[in-house]
């Protein structure tokens, strides 16, 4: 009598963990949808985003600063010219303050929306909408903070360092004839 297995053992071993795997992924699967059909709450903190926010600006100065890297003045003056300027205003559950909070961790952490949701105790939809529309907000007011530069004067440290001006001296008197070169 051979001690090898067969090929037709082989063959039923291989089948019954096709047919194992098959059945864990239905089980699976059938667990997501009974999740999905009895909701269960998940955002589910005794702190709301609102409570966090207020806690962030009130504590310690470096603890808004290491969440959103930006100092309480500088966020205070955001929040004055984004009132001043825009349309933004508290919304039905979300202060300003709070939307603006979210906004700037979001992009000073490169945060994800499944973070932001946690930290805030907001559903992804809420965040989204918040993100999009203080983004909007921001890219209004680029008039007023982004200033293009005066093509007209060249700057000392290429016009004085033979090592830069030769090689714009040419573009830039293209520039002031409003001629580009690509």
């Known amino acids: 009598m051979s001690t090898s297995r067969s090929l037709e ?6 089948e019954c963990l096709i047919d194992l795997t098959l059945g864990l992924m239905a089980f699976n699967e059938g667990q997501r949808y009974v999740n ?7 955002h589910t903190s005794i702190r709301t985003g609102h409570q966090y926010m207020l806690e962030l600006i009130n504590d310690h100065p470096d603890r808004l600063f290491n969440k959103i890297r930006m100092y309480r003045p500088c966020f205070e003056m955001l929040i004055r010219v984004l009132r001043q300027q825009t349309a933004l205003q508290n919304s039905r559950f979300l202060t300003l303050e709070e939307q603006v909070t979210i906004f700037i961790f979001v992009i ?4 994800t ?3 932001a949701m946690e930290d805030w105790q907001h559903s992804g ?11 909007k907000a921001i890219a209004s007011l680029s ?13 000392d440290e290429i016009r004085f360092n033979p090592k830069y001006y030769p090689y714009f001296q040419e573009n830039i008197t293209w520039l002031i ?5 690509c």
């Open 9 to 14: 053992q082989w063959d039923e071993e291989f």
């Open 108 to 111: 000073s952490q490169k945060a």
């Open 113 to 115: 929306n499944r973070i």
């Open 36 to 42: 999905r059909i009895q909701r269960m709450p998940m």
């Open 143 to 155: 008039h007023i903070f982004i200033k293009p530069p005066n093509f007209d004067d060249v700057p």
């Open 125 to 135: 939809s809420t965040i989204s909408i918040v993100f999009t529309r203080i983004c």
């Open 177 to 181: 004839l409003g001629i580009a070169i």
